[in-house]
């Protein structure tokens, strides 16, 4: 190899160095930093000496380092962007570009043929009997069967079909060409599923605050008139109903965007388009007033030339939880701050002769008439029960106005009689005490000793100890009893074991701490057991009582039933005590 051979290849190596760290010269060009393919120098055979490329080199900063850098002085600028040349810093890098299709990206395969046989003529013992025996007949037989569910038929839905499925079409047409065994030649039916119109917020909306008892029907024939209705789903949030209604391309969209609200017979609804951003959709909220101290069953439809008077864009009528009726409290929207400012200035505003008053959307409200002056409990609206029995006995009997199905609260049981105690019971302990008295008349009767005070030593039970005279038979107390040792027993059973000196020796009940904190436990387990039995016994109880009052179409009003309903009735006629009703009971 000569001289000047040796000094061409360094010069190519030179410039190979060069373009390596100044990439300028391949801007439309992007690399791939997973991939670096170093190309070898070529030899070249021409005695032509090709000159060299000096590097330019930048001129010396008075930068010490000591400043902040700046867009200007950092290399890779708008001006010098290296495009070709992957960087850490470059975000754009990581995007796809969306006109070219992902090698990583896949669509499932859709199940587009499909074939059906009527599920009351096909045999077996249940739906999911005859399903199973249509999955063993054809999934052996065609590569392309993907299975057999029970459906509705998709044109008559009071029938109800096998529908059997293939990714072939051939395979689909095979299937419904073969004969069914044991159905005298029948076969599947081809069964042509038009597919479902997909979700485009663009061209949908979303209906909230629909009322609960609305129907699909009605919903559906209320914002047709914007359009052919091309999908639509409804959902239950709460005490509210929500649709989302998609449309064909042919719908009035520029009316739909300018809509607010619509009324749903006498009730408004609220609209708005699916495309808005979550910020967009609360800024249709964010002006909002409350009128309270409506008349009573004040529907939507009543208050639209009040609502255009103050240039609301749409108000809803909250419902009572108890009956689902209209509270006596609106909400309106407006679509700036100023309407509302002018709403809430205006304080003459009334609606068949009776003063509404503008409030804070905000403010709380009485729950019986609506008013911001006073709570429930301070309303002077709300029926006061007497405390007097005698009066409770006389609204009972008399029923005077506003106490309509009043009864009064039972008379508590007080008394020694135990409520285990039946009339067998009771019976039954007098005809042993008569056979008893018949029998010991003969016998003499021997002197009651007093009970003497054990509580200082070990607890043994009184020996020949009788009771008193039989007064009555909830005051027998049985023979050889000590009552006083039982009831205190009761009041704080004595831990087992004998205590070896009295407190007044020193000694205590304490001095085996292990004993004692064992007896404890056992007393304690001894409790949650018995909790734990009484809870169980009385939700059996409660089930047992619901289901004889269903089945004897007993008509029940709890207290809190009762109370919940007063709380939101404004007018006395309408409250409500709790009761039980067996007018229309089978039993009568």
Not at 527 to 533: G, N, P, Y
Request: aromatic content about 6%.
């Amino acid at each position: 190899m000569t001289r000047n051979t040796r000094k061409n290849i360094r010069e190519q190596n030179q410039q190979q160095r060069e373009r390596s760290a100044s990439p300028l010269q391949n801007k439309s060009k992007k690399r791939n930093t997973t991939q670096t393919v170093e190309v070898p120098p070529e030899q070249s055979t021409s005695q032509t000496v090709t000159p060299v490329k000096t590097m330019e080199v930048d001129p010396p900063s008075n930068n010490k380092g000591k400043e902040p850098e700046t867009l200007d002085n950092m290399e890779g600028t708008s001006n010098n962007n290296i495009s070709g040349v992957d960087e850490s810093f470059d975000a754009s890098e990581n995007f796809l570009d969306p006109n070219t299709p992902s090698v990583q990206a896949f669509d499932r395969p859709k199940l587009s043929f499909h074939g059906f046989f009527p599920l009351d003529d096909f045999p077996g013992t249940s739906p999911q009997n005859k399903t199973s025996a249509v999955i063993d007949l054809l999934f052996d037989e065609y590569d392309s069967f993907t299975g057999a569910v029970t459906t509705k038929h998709p044109t008559n839905p009071s029938q109800r079909i096998i529908k059997i499925s293939f990714r072939s079409k051939e395979h689909r047409d095979h299937a419904c060409s073969v004969p069914l065994p044991n159905l005298e030649e029948r076969t599947f039916l081809p069964l042509d599923v038009s597919p479902a119109h997909l979700y485009v917020p663009a061209m949908s909306i979303k209906v909230t605050e629909i009322p609960l008892d609305a129907t699909l029907h009605r919903i559906k024939t209320t914002f047709s008139r914007y359009g052919t209705i091309v999908r639509f789903n409804m959902e239950t949030k709460n005490m509210w109903q929500q649709a989302t209604i998609t449309y064909a391309a042919d719908a009035d969209f520029k009316g739909l965007k300018k809509c607010n609200g619509v009324f749903v017979l006498n009730d408004m609804v609220r609209v708005h388009m699916c495309n808005l951003s979550g910020k967009e959709i609360r800024e249709k909220s964010k002006f909002s007033a409350k009128l309270a101290g409506l008349p009573r069953n004040t529907t939507g439809k009543q208050l639209i030339d009040m609502a255009h008077m103050v240039n609301a864009t749409s108000w809803i009528i909250p419902k009572a939880r108890s009956n689902y009726h209209n509270l006596q409290h609106a909400f309106f929207y407006f679509e700036t701050a100023d309407d509302v400012d002018a709403a809430l200035s205006n304080e003459n505003l009334t609606i068949d002769g009776k003063h509404v008053i503008w409030t804070k959307s905000n403010t709380k409200l009485c729950a019986i008439c609506s008013s911001p002056h006073h709570k429930a409990s301070d309303c002077p609206k709300r029926r006061k029960s007497p405390a007097d029995r005698n009066m409770q006995n006389l609204y009972q009997r008399f029923q005077p106005a506003q106490f309509n199905n009043y009864k009064a609260p039972p008379k508590k049981l007080t008394g020694a009689v135990s409520p285990n105690v039946s009339f067998a019971h009771v019976t039954k302990g007098k005809q042993e005490g008569v056979h008893n008295n018949t029998n010991d008349n003969s016998k003499p009767q021997p002197q009651r000793q007093p009970v003497k005070d054990t509580r200082s030593s070990q607890r043994r039970p009184a020996q020949n100890v009788i009771s008193k005279p039989n007064v009555s038979w909830s005051d027998d107390i049985p023979p050889n009893y000590d009552y006083e040792y039982q009831v205190d027993q009761m009041s704080c059973p004595t831990p087992p074991g004998n205590l070896n000196n009295g407190t007044k020796a020193g000694g205590s009940m304490h001095e085996n701490p292990d004993n004692f904190q064992e007896f404890v436990r056992q007393q304690f387990s001894n409790l949650a057991e018995q909790m734990s039995a009484l809870v169980s016994t009385v939700a059996f109880t409660v089930k047992r009582v619901e289901s004889m009052e269903q089945s004897l179409n007993i008509k029940v009003v709890t207290p809190v039933e009762a109370e919940t309903h007063n709380l939101h009735s404004d007018e006395m006629i309408d409250h409500m005590e709790p009761h039980i009703d067996i007018s229309s009971s089978t039993i009568v």
